[in-house]
């Protein structure tokens, strides 16, 4: 049988620690030694005040719905058998969004604001994905 596998994205150098974390189950994210912004996507520069340099630290992996949609015609071929699924924009209680998906959750409960915590999918020995789920405490 003919199969077409999934995209997967790209690990960087600059997102690499991103991924190590995500496969260790953390949520990492750059924060300015100089100002203390939280930089996402990863960067050389804060976007806030310009310095250089930065630290990875561990995100809670709490969030809410930002927003979502509900695909029911996939784009690209790989996905036709998941359809109907969801995209969700979460946002952190740290403050950055994340576009994932929101898993263990029939796409019919989703609402804006849900809270989610984070789970993590093992796709192969490079990537593992950051996706969501309905909050348990």
Not at 15 to 29: K, N, T
Request: charged residues 25%.
């Amino acid at each position: 049988m003919f199969q077409i596998d999934k995209p997967l994205p790209a690990v960087t150098e600059d997102g690499a620690p991103w991924w190590e974390g995500c496969r260790h189950g953390e949520l990492r994210v750059q924060r300015c030694t100089a100002c203390g912004h939280l930089r996402w996507p990863p960067s050389i520069l804060c976007a806030k005040c310009l310095a250089e340099g930065g630290e990875w630290i561990t995100l809670s992996g709490r969030g809410t719905i930002y927003s979502f949609i509900v695909v029911h015609r996939p784009q690209h071929p790989a996905f036709f058998g998941d359809a109907p699924y969801n995209v969700a924009i979460v946002e952190l209680e740290e403050g950055i969004r994340l576009h994932s998906n929101i898993v263990e959750c029939a796409n019919e409960e989703l609402r804006l604001g849900m809270k989610v915590e984070v789970v993590f999918t093992k796709i192969d020995d490079e990537v593992t994905l950051p996706k969501f789920r309905p909050a348990r405490s």
